[in-house]
Nanobody
Framework: VQLQASGGGLVQPGGSLRLSCAGS????????IAWFRQAPGKEREGVSC????????YYADSVKGRFTISRDSAKNTVYLQMNGLKPEDTAVYYC????????????????WGQGTLVTVSS
């Protein structure tokens, strides 16, 4: 699976962005698609994940209630709607896939998009 992440940018605190992760070559059906982020000097951390088989979604505690992950099967795309953004959300955001089951460990994901930068600043 090849992934293309997009939608990052500069936004003020409290603002919103929607990230997109488009799959190519094969359908994303059956895969778990996750969003990770990595801030400068920090380890990559899991933000959210969707299991396309069950529809189950998972969120890191730091983004619960603010971020929403969803998918559009017709467009073979997964979205991350980010509301109420905070400066600590600033990072490069990556989407990644693995077969079937969500995981919080980046090492469990084999296919990665190129990353999109989100900067939250006034």
């Amino acid at each position: 699976v090849q992934l293309q992440a997009s939608g990052g940018g500069l936004v003020q605190p409290g603002g919103s962005l929607r990230l997109s992760c488009a799959g190519s070559r094969v359908t994303l059906n059956g895969y778990a698609i996750a969003w990770f982020r990595q801030a400068p000097g920090k380890e990559r951390e899991g933000v959210s994940c969707i299991d396309t088989s069950s529809g189950s979604t998972y969120y890191a505690d730091s983004v619960k209630g603010r971020f929403t992950i969803s998918r559009d099967s017709a467009k073979n795309t997964v979205y991350l709607q980010m509301n109420g953004l905070k400066p600590e959300d600033t990072a490069v955001y990556y989407c990644a896939t693995r077969w079937r089951i969500c995981s919080t460990a980046a090492a469990n994901f084999g296919s990665w998009g190129q990353g999109t930068l989100v900067t939250v600043s006034s």
